[in-house]
């Protein structure tokens, strides 16, 4: 309809202008009334589908226009919408800017369309979205079955934000833990932690004491194995309480959160490798560790999991602790050897790197993913169990040992449960009780190991693990067999 009209007026003008002699002022005022009153006619009907956006359309050099969201009156058309300069009176230069101006409106609806398009498309991937609410927030009584990966093979964890699928299918765990929201009871112990509204006990069997705050879950403390590898029972307290978790949880929400924990014990419960290592001789030792974390929600989609399927938020969480040694002789105040230590190798630094999956159908993480160092590969991968049977077995609470595949052809794991913080050394025997392989490792908790038998003759052996002070936690057989 505008071509028709601009051709209409350009077919009239031309007429016009060749019966009369209208002066050059008197034909430019008379292309800028009539143009700009048809152009705002046709352009209004466009623009008033257009919302939250500017569209900017850039012509010849003799004509631009920047046409705003709202609706334009004659005199934002005339002043600023519209700038028409060094037109041509002849009808010929009529002819040539008209057919720009035809060019330029046909831009603008394919702009329009397009920028229309992409609203919508962005409306309804937004739609798509979960967005985590606070029933994801642990209530006394909630309970959970918990499994661990400790050495999960082909899990594409992918660094890529934005909307994901996640297999987790080929997860592996022969235990699985039941893994119950306690509320604290200061008479039974929990008086460490006064501030503590609930406790939970993890897979490794820390206890970790939380204060629940509105939309936050703060956490107050830990008891259990330590947080630095040395293989020791202590009580960290956080002051102030460090907020782990808060809700809503949506795509695209950051936060960063510090803090700092602080782990007070006697001198002779350090390993008698580090203790010896010391400078001095303390009475009591302190480990002093501040915490940063950077927390993203970098993508969502849907998480597949051996016997479930969740829609999931994925939160990343970079967390940097930085650590001192402090020692304490009598009455003289606390003392910083950090920088003293020399012949044992202490974790002044650490940086870690995790994913946690969120869905509002569980009141705890669907799954936690630790990586490597490399930030590529997957160390571990804590995940909720909807049906105990599709772990191999359900720990009773007690350590203990169990290996699979068995029989096995060239690599088996061995996967060990409820272990206290201590060095434990693994053998395999042969039927005669000869030891063939042994080595030993600072466990606790659940960890899993694997081992290659593929230079074992077929044949029936037994597997033990035996703790420091020469004691087996269990003793089984395990068949290796060859195709």
């Known amino acids: 309809m505008m071509n028709k009209e601009l051709q209409q007026f350009s077919s009239t003008l031309n007429t016009s202008t060749q019966r009369s002699s209208v002066s050059d002022a008197h034909s430019e005022v008379a292309i800028n009334n009539y143009f700009v009153s048809t152009l705002k006619n046709h352009l209004s009907n466009n623009l008033k589908c257009i919302s939250r956006s500017s569209l900017f359309i850039f012509g010849s050099s003799r004509f631009v226009t920047s046409m705003p969201y709202d609706y334009p009156t004659t005199s934002k058309l005339q002043t600023s919408a519209i700038r028409v300069a060094k037109v041509s009176d002849t009808s010929e230069g009529v002819r040539h800017f008209l057919d720009r101006i035809t060019n330029d409106l046909k831009l603008f609806n394919i702009c329009a369309s397009l920028i229309i398009c992409f609203y919508f498309f962005s409306y309804t991937t937004l739609q798509a979205q979960p967005v985590i609410n606070n029933d994801i927030l642990p209530k006394i009584g909630d309970t959970v079955i918990l499994a661990s990966d400790n050495l999960p093979e082909g899990i594409a964890i992918f660094s890529e934000e934005g909307q994901q699928d996640w297999d987790f299918m080929d997860l592996q765990s022969a ?30 069997g820390i206890e970790n004491y939380y204060h629940l705050h509105k939309n936050e879950l703060k956490l107050v403390g830990t008891n259990g194995v330590d947080p630095y590898g040395l293989g020791i029972e202590m009580q960290t307290t956080y002051d102030p309480a460090f907020v782990t978790l808060k809700t809503p949880m949506a795509y695209g929400d950051i ?17 008698i490798t580090l203790l010896y290592s010391l400078p001095i001789l303390p009475d009591s030792v302190r480990f002093v560790s501040s915490i940063e974390r950077s927390q993203e929600i970098d993508a969502w989609g849907h998480l597949v999991l051996p016997d479930n ?63 490597k160092p490399d930030g590529v590969n997957a160390a571990s991968i804590n995940y909720i169990v909807t049906d105990p049977t599709s772990t191999m077995r359900n720990t009773t609470g007690k350590p203990d040992i169990y ?11 061995f996967e060990f449960s409820n272990l206290p913080p201590a ?11 000869v030891p063939i392989m042994e080595k030993s490792y600072q466990l606790s908790g659940f960890k899993t190991i694997k081992w290659d038998v593929s230079k074992l003759r077929k044949g029936t052996y037994l597997y033990s693990l035996v703790n420091e002070k020469g004691n087996p936690i269990a003793t089984k057989r395990l068949m290796v067999i060859r195709p």
Do not use: C
């Not at 893994?179 to 993890?202: H, M, R, S, T």
């Open 403 to 413: 290996a699979y595949p068995n029989p096995a052809i060239n690599d088996v794991r």
């Open 423 to 433: 060095r434990y050394t693994m053998k395999i025997f042969n039927i005669l009780g």
């Open 309 to 371: 399927s969740f829609e999931v938020v994925r939160e990343r969480r970079i967390t940097a602790i930085k650590t001192r040694l402090e020692v304490k002789v009598g009455l003289f105040p606390w003392r910083d050897i950090t920088d003293e230590m020399y012949t044992t190798r202490f974790p002044k630094e650490q940086i870690k790197l995790s994913y946690h999956f969120y869905s509002n159908e569980t009141s705890m993480p669907v799954a936690t993913v630790t990586m």
């Open 175 to 204: 235990f699985s833990k039941k893994v119950v929201v306690k509320k604290v009871a200061q008479y039974k112990g929990d008086f460490l932690f006064p501030n503590a509204d609930i406790k939970i006990e993890d897979l490794s």
């Open 255 to 271: 936060a960063n959160t510090s803090g700092q924990f602080t782990s007070t014990l006697a001198a002779n419960k350090l390993p």
